[in-house]
């Protein structure tokens, strides 16, 4: 233990550390013994009583973030994005603070309806949906299904026995200049389908021609970690142009309009995210331009926030399991944990920092790079940022901003199991998903 740690009143006379919350949740501090809190428990509470890596997840913070959306956007649907992080906890949360849900599986459209969530807030999304998810979404009762391909026209037209609200998935030809994988919105990817093209005019009149099939609205999804607003207001104005065209060839008024989410977060310090309250103003400004040069009516909006719901409210707790000194090259700092609870950063170039969450360090600090413990050369956390040149074998690394698109991606390679999410509030902790264990493993291998 540290004098600190031993003999707190030290710290009187120093100045209190504090942390950036525009990447940690806003319920983050240190306390008197330097250990960081989330939600008021300090993290190294959490990876001695549950182990690590485990996940964190401030309730509070999604709670925040849900009012925020709702607060700036009083008129709009707010759908949350449930392949951001789909858990029961996650769904009851964000329900109770008046958001519907997207899903994009019957596995997720499971997660949500365990949840209690109203099966009409419940929008099925998705490319390529087999057969038997858009049967489960029918019976189920969802309230609308989005349409990516002629194909799935087809399918629903087969299924749906009673109305069914749908809503036509287009690609307006938005580059938001993203990572190539994230850019959903150009005219040559997979989702959707062009808008103005002769497929997306064979699916309208398809859907038209279905008497339980009602096309209620259009959607589009320009990418993700969009922090400029300006790329939604061009969206509205060609969305909203292609409402006027159909409301003239089909004489039907297209009432809601999905602007997907895709709204930036910042992961480190100084990261650019999207602005909610510019972003308002910008689609509101949009809407009355193009509805009266259009002179059509304004429609509902909707939003499908994920990522900008959950990424801030998570954080990921490791244990430092050795560190090496390469001669010439880096010091590398190697975690319990790595690409198989967070692979963003081997798939996508991701970049993150990372903290000691047990003790708030005073003395010098070194360049490192936080490694994971699997077999890749790529299992990287963090490439080149500051820790304690003083770091010991034992202590617990916190990795700000992981709420978002870790568990969900997360994997079990080397035989390793998933992590666990322990959620916190007001002083409190609780295990809301529990460990995968060796046994969960060999439980589906029937060898």
């Not at 990522?307 to 319990?336: F, S």
């Amino acid at each position: 233990m540290t004098l600190l740690e031993i003999f707190p009143s030290l710290r009187s006379g120093m100045p209190s550390p504090r942390v950036d919350t525009s990447v940690w949740p806003c319920e983050t501090h240190y306390d008197d013994l330097g250990r960081i809190t989330v939600g008021g428990v300090a993290l190294a509470d959490i990876a001695d009583q549950y182990g690590t890596p485990t996940y964190v997840l401030d309730e509070t913070e999604i709670r925040r973030r849900c009012q925020a959306y709702r607060k700036y956007f009083p008129d709009a649907e707010i759908i949350y994005a449930a392949k951001a992080l789909m858990i029961k906890s996650v769904a009851r949360w964000v329900s109770e603070e008046g958001l519907s849900v997207d899903v994009c599986s019957s596995g997720e459209l499971a997660i949500a309806l365990a949840a209690d969530v109203d099966p009409q807030r419940i929008v099925l999304h998705g490319t390529g949906k087999p057969f038997c998810e858009l049967e489960a979404a029918v019976a189920a009762g969802v309230g609308r299904i989005v349409i990516d391909s002629l194909t799935e026209v087809t399918l629903l037209a087969a299924l749906a026995t009673k109305p069914q609200q749908v809503l036509l998935r287009l690609s307006p030809d938005i580059d938001v200049h993203g990572h190539p994988a994230v850019r959903t919105g150009v005219t040559d990817q997979k989702f959707g389908l062009p808008l103005g093209s002769a497929q997306a005019d064979e699916a309208i009149a398809r859907i038209m021609r279905h008497p339980n099939l009602q096309l209620v609205g259009l959607h589009c999804h320009l990418g993700s970690q969009i922090h400029d607003p300006d790329h939604y207001g061009e969206a509205v104005r060609r969305m909203v142009a292609e409402m006027a065209r159909i409301k003239r060839e089909y004489d039907v008024t297209l009432t809601e309009l999905d602007l997907g989410g895709g709204h930036a977060v910042a992961y480190r310090c100084g990261d650019a995210e999207m602005n909610l309250i510019e972003l308002a103003d910008i689609i509101d400004d949009a809407l009355d331009a193009a509805c009266a040069l259009n002179r059509y009516p304004r429609p509902h909006i909707a939003m499908e926030p994920g990522r900008a719901i959950v990424a801030h409210a998570g954080v990921t707790l490791y244990r430092v399991m050795a560190i090496k000194h390469i001669e010439g090259g880096r010091t590398y700092v190697i975690v319990d944990g790595g690409m198989n609870d967070n692979p963003r950063v081997a798939l996508y170039g991701a970049r993150y920092d990372a903290v000691v969450a047990n003790r708030h360090p005073t003395g010098p600090h070194m360049t490192a790079t936080v490694a994971g413990r699997y077999c890749e050369a790529g299992d990287i956390l963090a490439a080149d940022i500051s820790l304690p040149a003083d770091l010991r074998p034992g202590e617990v690394l916190a990795v700000p901003c992981t709420g978002a698109y870790h568990h969900s991606l997360a994997s079990s390679y080397n035989g390793v199991g998933r992590p666990p999410i322990v959620s916190v509030r007001e002083g409190r902790c609780r295990e809301v998903l529990r460990r995968e264990t060796p046994a969960d493993l060999l439980s589906r291998d029937l060898g």
